[in-house]
Nanobody, 124 residues
């Protein structure tokens, strides 16, 4: 499986911005889609965004549409999540995921890889 390392989390005021990064290593040739999920305390893990390795097919969860943007830099094996107009309810641990296709990233299975997560805290 591919190894994923997230970075860029932190504390930001409501209305502010953060950019998360997730760098893949290992079996990257088997990775064709990457995405972001988040999990707030006491809540289930929630889909945030997904993108194909070619940079197409970007899709977003309803709660972040129009505020977050996912992008990918193939040369650096890195996917980014630009988060603007942050709200207190965006506070969560953000996880990067990778898989051989978008369906696997979204639905799971043994081919989906996870990063260790990065904390994002938005103060109101």
């Amino acid at each position: 499986q591919v190894q994923l390392v997230e970075s860029g989390g932190g504390l930001v005021q409501a209305g502010g911005s953060l950019r998360l990064a997730c760098t893949a290593s290992g079996r990257t040739f088997s990775t064709y889609a990457m995405g972001w999920f988040r999990q707030a305390p006491g809540k289930e893990r929630e889909f945030v965004a997904v993108i194909t390795w070619s940079g197409g097919g970007a899709s977003y969860g309803d709660s972040v549409k129009g505020r977050f943007t996912i992008s990918i830099n193939n040369a650096k094996d890195t996917v980014y999540l630009q988060m603007n107009s942050l709200k207190a309810e965006d506070t969560a641990v953000y996880y990067c995921a990778a898989g051989p296709n978008v369906r696997t990233v979204l639905s799971g299975g043994i081919s989906r890889s996870w990063g260790q997560g990065t904390q994002v805290t938005v103060s109101s």
